[in-house]
């Protein structure tokens, strides 16, 4: 089975720090991980993913996530914090479920990043 | 956006209603998805389709009955809902590959379901 651990359901940093959001996960096989993230009233908007190849991945509006496979970690980071960044983080492993290929994502419950003038 | 719509935004009905909350993708996928996201929990998957055929129902209960007519358009129809069953409703799209390799997700920005 997956699962994925979401450290800290509340993170608040100030403008211009640093952003950490962490994400622990298990699986049984080489993972595909994703981190997604949710504007108020808005769906999840895809930041970044890992599939295969290099380990540090590049996302949009300045992130990135590095895999590291044996501490089993898809942290996020951002160097630099925005005040629009403020929304909510989801880290998400997924499997395939069917011959069809689709795969199922397995969420994390999420990180509420608060952004300080 | 992501190329993923869904109607009603908001929809707010009593537990002997009937309603149907409708998802669109214009992405030319051919497989989709019901999420249901509640306060305090994950987001938990409920129906998949791909190209227009269930493949899998995450135990979801009868009162929750997915239509998918074509590989654009897919329907949540509701009857006979309970208050615990309030929630935001995500639908997803993605080109899924029998062949193997990986699929991305893309969602809709949901439809949040008020049961009185």
């Known amino acids: 089975a997956q699962s994925v651990t979401q450290l800290g359901s509340h993170v608040s940093v100030s403008e211009g720090a640093l952003v950490l959001l962490r994400c622990n996960y298990s699986?049984?096989?080489?993972?595909?991980l994703f981190w997604y993230v949710q504007y108020p009233n808005q769906g999840l908007q895809l930041l970044l993913k890992?599939?295969?190849?290099?380990?540090l991945v590049k996302g949009i509006n300045g992130f990135e996530a590095e895999f590291k496979k044996s501490e089993t970690s898809f942290h996020l980071t951002k160097p630099s914090a925005h005040m629009s960044d403020a929304a909510e983080y989801f880290c998400?492993?997924?499997?395939?479920?069917?011959?069809?290929?689709?795969?199922?994502?397995?969420f994390g419950t999420g990180t509420r990043l608060t952004i300080i003038p | 956006e992501t190329g993923v719509t869904q109607t009603p935004r908001h929809l707010v009905m009593g537990m002997t209603n009937k309603k149907s909350l409708k998802c669109e993708q214009h992405?030319?996928?051919?497989?989709m998805y019901w999420y249901k996201q509640s306060a305090k929990k994950p987001l938990e998957l409920m129906f998949v389709?791909?190209?227009?055929?269930?493949?899998e129902n995450n135990s979801v209960p009868s009162r929750f009955s997915p239509e998918c007519p074509n590989s654009s358009h897919l329907f949540l129809h509701l009857h006979t809902l309970q208050p615990e069953d309030s929630a935001l409703y995500l639908c997803a799209s993605s080109q899924a590959r029998v062949a193997g390799g990986h699929e991305t997700q893309y969602f809709g920005p949901g439809t949040r379901l008020l049961v009185l």
């Open positions: 890992y599939t295969t190849g290099a380990t």
């Open positions: 699986s049984s096989v080489p993972p595909y």
């Open positions: 998400a492993v997924s499997k395939k479920i069917s011959n069809f290929g689709n795969e199922k994502l397995t």
């Open positions: 389709y791909n190209f227009k055929e269930q493949t």
């Open positions: 992405l030319g996928h051919n497989a």
